[in-house]
């Protein structure tokens, strides 16, 4: 019986010191990704690696980078060939690009990815609206920013007062980098173009959604929503926003610029008027 109850008390000790020895390396490695969302005072925005912030250049509207050299420098392209991706992200939003050097860059609908030099740690977005041209990539951008020359349906390069000529306008884009347009002759939060029975939206589509996320140079209180015929139009500074059919969902494309005559069907931007009475 002693020797039972001493082989006892061994086994008893044993499990306890076992217990006790147990320390952080047991304890399994938190899973990493190579692309994550992370929640930050922008909202939430795409990491890399290291936590480190994505970024998204307006420049590259038409889903090609325009960065290189010292801009490259200064912003480095982000690039993994297969992406180990964090919750709420999906591998069909994710794609390669080539490069004009031969070299690839992944891209979140469309717009190529960055670091930026100059975030010293994960969680710093310091590189949100550099220029304003720079913007942390959000995985649910609703309305974007996009900067490049302003060509017409009519082939012409326009400015941003709608005079013939060269020269970079930013405007506002959706997520997918689709251009949106106002109509002159409309009113504020009043759309005065879209027939009762739509039969004239396939030229110009109302932009059918609200606002939610944005580039944080746009003033959330600058947008809204009005009824037409039943249906959402998106607005910006009172004015309704279209699309140009004929633009073809061409990420970019600012064909409706000059339709009927230059300025008829402007793009908007932080500079534009508000839309009156």
Same mark, same amino acid.
């Given at each position: 019986?002693?020797?039972? +109850? ?25 899973? *990493? =990704? ?7 005072? +922008? ?12 970024? =998204? ?40 690009? %080539?490069?004009?050097?031969?070299? @690839? ?36 951008? *609703? ?12 082939? @012409? ?8 000529? %060269? ?19 409309? !009113?504020?939060? !009043? ?14 589509? +109302? ?17 809204? %929503?009005?009824?037409? =015929?039943?249906?959402?139009?998106? *607005? ?42």
């Amino acid at each position: 019986m002693r020797i039972n +109850l001493s082989l006892g008390g061994l086994l008893v000790a044993a499990a306890l010191f076992c217990a006790s020895c147990k320390n952080s390396d047991d304890t399994p490695p938190a899973e *990493t =990704f190579d692309v994550a969302v992370a929640k930050t005072a +922008l909202g939430d925005i795409l990491t890399g690696a290291d936590g480190k912030t994505l970024y =998204f250049f307006t420049k590259d509207v038409a889903g090609t980078s325009v960065c290189d050299g010292n801009c490259l420098a200064a912003w480095p392209l982000y690039y993994k060939e297969t992406l180990k991706l964090g919750a709420g992200l999906s591998t069909a939003d994710f794609t390669t690009i %080539t490069r004009a050097d031969g070299t @690839k860059q992944t891209a979140y609908k469309g717009w190529p990815l960055y670091y930026y030099k100059n975030d010293a740690a994960a969680g710093k977005t310091d590189g949100d609206k550099v220029g304003g041209v720079w913007y942390v990539a959000r995985p649910h951008f *609703t309305v974007m920013l996009a900067t490049g020359q302003l060509k017409g349906n009519d082939g @012409k390069n326009y400015t941003s007062t709608y005079t013939e000529g %060269t020269g970079e306008t930013t405007y506002l884009v959706d997520s997918l980098g689709h251009t949106l347009y106002a109509f002159a002759p409309d !009113k504020k939060n !009043k759309n005065t173009y879209t027939k009762s029975d739509f039969s004239n939206n396939a030229t110009w589509p +109302l932009a059918e959604y609200d606002a939610k996320f944005i580039p944080s140079s746009l003033n959330s209180a600058d947008f809204g %929503t009005i009824t037409v =015929f039943g249906r959402k139009q998106l *607005t910006y500074k009172g004015w309704p926003l279209y699309y140009f059919g004929p633009d073809g969902s061409v990420r970019g494309a600012t064909k409706g610029v000059s339709v009927p005559t230059p300025g008829k069907w402007p793009v908007v931007n932080q500079n534009s008027a508000a839309a009156v009475d």
